[in-house]
């Protein structure tokens, strides 16, 4: 699964790291997108994007995640000049039929404006048929060289 921060998550995650008067969102939404946005890094807003259709083991506005040390975790790789910030699983369960084919998700504030700050990239269309699970594992975003 490739990842891509949005201009707008990189600048946030600076801003948050040199302790500016910017402040970490609470909360965070990962959303099932039907398809990859043409440019990931230039997605700001939640708009214009094609969230998978509601139903079938998947609500429309997909999983909240605290952005906390539980749901939330980061380890310095000094020797690689970078920060690694890891997801926990995000997971659906089919239930009545099939979820919608993904694409990609994306990671987005929660709440107010949808700023988005993360894409996932799938490498091709995804589901998960009644009964079965649909779980993005390793959700790994990475600030650095």
């Known amino acids: 699964m490739a990842n891509t921060w949005t201009?707008?998550?990189?600048?946030?995650?600076?801003?948050?790291s040199m302790h500016t008067a910017e402040?970490?969102?609470t909360a965070a939404k990962i959303i099932l997108l039907s398809a990859i946005p043409g440019t990931p890094t230039d997605v700001t807003l939640a708009t214009g994007v094609t969230e998978v259709a509601a139903g079938n083991g998947y609500t429309t506005g997909?999983?909240?995640?605290?952005?906390?040390?539980?749901?939330?975790?980061h380890s310095d790789d000094a020797g690689?000049?970078?920060?690694?910030?890891?997801?926990?699983?995000?997971?659906?369960?089919?239930?009545?039929?099939?979820?919608?084919?993904?694409?990609a998700a994306l990671v987005m504030t929660d709440g107010g404006t949808d700023y988005v700050w993360a894409?996932?990239?799938?490498?091709?269309?995804?589901?998960?048929?009644?009964?079965?699970?649909?779980?993005?594992?390793n959700c790994e975003l990475r600030v650095g060289v």
């Open 80 to 103: 690689n000049n970078r920060q690694d910030i890891t997801l926990t699983d995000q997971t659906w369960t089919a239930s009545g039929g099939s979820i919608a084919a993904a694409g």
């Open 7 to 16: 201009d707008y998550g990189i600048e946030r995650m600076l801003k948050i």
């Open 62 to 73: 997909g999983n909240t995640v605290a952005l906390n040390n539980t749901d939330l975790t």
């Open 119 to 137: 894409i996932f990239d799938f490498g091709g269309t995804v589901t998960a048929t009644d009964g079965g699970t649909f779980t993005m594992q």
């Open 23 to 25: 402040v970490m969102p």
